[in-house]
């Protein structure tokens, strides 16, 4: 009977064991990477004519170490019109940079945990783009240390000021 309930307890013990390994293993991954890109004040839909228009991000690593972000940017296909400017036409691609606070070009960045970086994307419209288009362009920060990607979604509205 003693030997029974012994291998109970040992074999309860083993079980208990795996599953703390298995929660601090979880638990680890989930704090280790991940990150937070926001525009700031939410305004994340402008337009821009021939002087181009900025945005203003911040990215927060939300993570419980040290991460090396990779910036990039991709113009989106998909339409961002809005209610108040409607257009089937296809989007434009326009000139996109990811500034720093000293408006040097980012493409990597390193942040300690719970650091915020101020982040400026500069959006210029190229001679020739045709007006009353939209560019849909996603800012990502992916985390080098894991597949984590923190993005944010700018809506560019490209007028026709000679209409006003």
Same mark, same amino acid.
């Given at each position: 009977?003693?030997?029974?309930?012994?291998?109970?307890?040992?074999?309860?013990?083993?079980?208990?064991?795996? %599953?703390?390994? +298995?929660?601090?293993? /979880?638990?680890?991954?989930?704090?280790?990477?991940?990150?937070? +890109?926001?525009?700031?004040?939410?305004?994340?839909?402008?337009?821009?004519?021939?002087?181009? *228009?900025?945005?203003? +991000?911040?990215?927060?690593?939300?993570?419980?170490?040290?991460? *090396?972000?990779?910036?990039?940017?991709?113009?989106?296909?998909? /339409?961002?019109?809005?209610?108040?400017?409607?257009?089937? !036409? $296809?989007?434009?691609?326009?000139?996109?940079?990811?500034?720093? #606070?000293?408006?040097?070009?980012? #493409?990597?960045?390193? +942040? !300690?945990?719970?650091? *915020?970086?101020? %982040?400026?994307?500069?959006?210029?419209? $190229?001679?020739? *783009? $045709?007006?009353?288009?939209?560019?849909?362009?996603?800012?990502? !920060?992916? !985390? #080098?240390?894991?597949?984590?990607?923190? /993005?944010?979604?700018?809506?560019?509205?490209? $007028?026709?000021?000679?209409?006003?």
């Amino acid at each position: 009977m003693l030997n029974a309930l012994n291998g109970t307890a040992l074999d309860r013990f083993k079980i208990l064991s795996f %599953l703390f390994f +298995l929660f601090s293993v /979880s638990y680890g991954f989930s704090q280790s990477c991940g990150g937070d +890109l926001t525009v700031d004040k939410g305004r994340n839909v402008r337009s821009a004519d021939e002087d181009g *228009t900025q945005f203003s +991000l911040s990215l927060v690593n939300t993570s419980s170490k040290s991460q *090396t972000y990779q910036i990039s940017t991709v113009e989106l296909k998909e /339409s961002c019109a809005t209610d108040h400017y409607k257009s089937t !036409a $296809p989007n434009v691609n326009l000139n996109i940079s990811v500034l720093q #606070k000293n408006d040097s070009q980012v #493409k990597e960045i390193t +942040l !300690a945990k719970g650091e *915020t970086a101020a %982040l400026k994307v500069q959006v210029n419209v $190229p001679a020739g *783009t $045709p007006f009353n288009r939209w560019s849909c362009i996603e800012v990502q !920060a992916q !985390a #080098k240390s894991c597949n984590s990607v923190a /993005s944010a979604m700018l809506r560019v509205f490209v $007028p026709d000021n000679s209409e006003e």
